[in-house]
């Protein structure tokens, strides 16, 4: 059996859907033989978890699952394993890097 990271994309609709575009990236680890056979149990998971509820304003929210956007093979999982990455280039990266801090400081586990 081989590790792999899926990345699942699923379209968030409330209501009408009168809104900006919203979409659910996920990253799935999927154990299987080939790389064939995790597409398939990445794409079973991500119609599994299609769903809709109302929300507080009895609006309707729909999460649909749109398609496996990414499949990347990985060793085996192991502390410090690199699972996934994305090169991002930005023209203020003064304004990344405060981004990057702001979300460290959202998780709260910092001293």
Request: net charge negative; hydrophobic share 40%.
């Amino acid at each position: 059996m081989n590790w792999y990271v899926a990345k699942l994309v699923f379209r968030v609709i409330s209501g009408n859907g009168d809104h900006n575009a919203q979409f659910d990236e996920q990253l799935r680890l999927i154990n299987a033989d080939t790389e064939y056979q995790a597409f398939e149990k990445a794409s079973n998971i991500g119609h599994a978890n299609e769903d809709s509820f109302l929300n507080a304003q009895k609006q309707t929210v729909k999460w649909q699952f749109i398609d496996v956007a990414e499949l990347n093979a990985i060793g085996t999982p192991t502390d410090g394993a690199e699972l996934y990455y994305n090169i991002h280039e930005t023209p203020d990266p003064e304004l990344y890097i405060a981004w990057a801090h702001h979300k460290s400081a959202l998780l709260g586990v910092k001293n």
